[in-house]
């Protein structure tokens, strides 16, 4: 009888199982269906978010004050957009930690496309190396929408030392180490970085005296208190022009719009040497893939503008656009990595 009784539940518990798989595949089933209906009802959704965006005023968030030319150049674009999309544009100045202030805040903001924040390339490629406390990933915390421009440096020098070509300041540092100065921004900036790879491809050594702001540095560049400096194009054109400073050579592969006369430092020596500032829109994650095409789109569309290509001329940049916001995420990683490479080499210290 136990043996009947046992037969019976094994019985049982075999239909049981039967019937729990049935069950399983059936609501597996069941969950595909729904999966695919729920994709094939949110794609019309998805194309109704971009079709209704903006649906109020847009926020770019800018890392720097009012009349730098990464503020400039947002509203230069905000403007245009504005009239693009039908909305206010309103650019809101966040200055601090290196533009990082102005990221950290996107990464808090509502991912639906009304908030984003036009970066340089410090905030995303080189303060992550610079700042231990910054609360953002640049790699993970970001929807990519597009560059916009590239700001290419110059590297001037005083003109009273004689120093008027690459060469000759590459000769005399080697025949004299750590007699040569050089002004920056400050440690782990764009300025400070490239004089540490030109150093490092020529193995030279020079002295880094950090400045405040670049007004400062040019001043005592022109008054001979320090030998050279790297800024932007637009920032030390104005100088070379009046006979103050003397143009050496542009950080870029290709020669400067602004001041095609001046060679690039690959046409020195250095070959590859490409170096500068980027500018791109990024979004918070989450931000509907819809809506970032749709922006990303529109920028390009903006960037195409002759009127709008003739206003970021004037500020020395150079109009740079992504075929793609993926073409956008390949680019600033690539730069994180070789920022990366240079933080480390240059010998900053965490702040």
């Known amino acids: 009888m136990r043996i009947e009784v ?19 595949l059936k609501l597996s089933r069941i969950a595909a269906s729904l999966t695919l209906t729920c994709a094939a009802l949110a794609a019309p959704f998805a194309a109704q ?20 030319s990464t503020d400039a150049i947002a509203r230069i674009l905000g403007e245009k957009l504005s009239a693009e ?47 231990k406390d910054l609360n953002y990933d640049p790699l993970t915390d970001f929807e990519y929408i597009g560059q916009t421009t ?5 590297l001037v020098t005083n003109k009273k030392k004689g120093l008027d070509s690459f060469s000759k300041i590459i000769d005399h540092a080697k025949k004299n180490p750590e007699d040569l100065t050089f002004a920056s921004i400050g440690m782990g900036t764009t300025s400070h970085l490239l004089m540490a790879m030109v150093m490092k491809e020529t193995g030279t050594k020079m002295v880094h005296v950090p400045y405040k702001g670049s007004g400062q540095a040019q001043t005592d560049v022109i008054g001979g208190n320090v030998d050279m400096t790297f800024d932007t194009v637009v920032s030390t054109l104005p100088h ?9 050579a542009v950080s870029t592969k290709s020669r400067a719009k ?41 920028l390009n569309a903006a960037l195409e503008d002759p009127e709008v ?25 690539t730069n994180y990595r070789t920022w990366g490479e240079l933080v480390k080499s240059a010998g900053v210290t965490q702040q």
Request: a neutral charge; charged letters at 20%.
């Open 240 to 248: 070379v022009k009046e006979g103050r400073l003397q143009a050496i």
């Open 85 to 131: 999309w039908g909305q206010p544009i309103i650019v809101e100045n966040k200055p601090g930690v290196g533009g990082s202030l102005a990221v950290s805040q996107l990464k808090r903001s509502k991912p639906d496309g009304h908030t984003l924040v036009l970066s340089a390339t410090a905030p995303m490629n080189i303060n992550p190396w610079v700042y």
């Open 49 to 68: 978010a971009a079709e209704k965006f903006p649906e109020r005023p847009v926020t770019i968030l800018v890392g720097f004050p009012p009349g730098t």
């Open 258 to 298: 602004l001041a095609p006369d001046v060679p690039t430092i690959d046409e020195e020596g250095i070959k590859d040497f490409n170096l500068g500032a980027w500018l791109g829109f990024f979004a918070p994650k989450g931000t509907p893939e819809s809506i970032i095409t749709k922006i990303h789109t529109d």
């Open 309 to 333: 290509n003739k206003r970021l001329a004037a500020l020395g940049s150079e109009v740079v656009s992504s075929p793609s916001p993926q073409a956008f995420r390949e680019m600033v990683e």
């Open 6 to 24: 046992c037969k019976i539940r094994v019985t049982q518990s075999s239909d049981h199982k039967n019937v729990i798989t049935e069950t399983i």
């Open 150 to 154: 590239w700001l290419p440096y110059m």
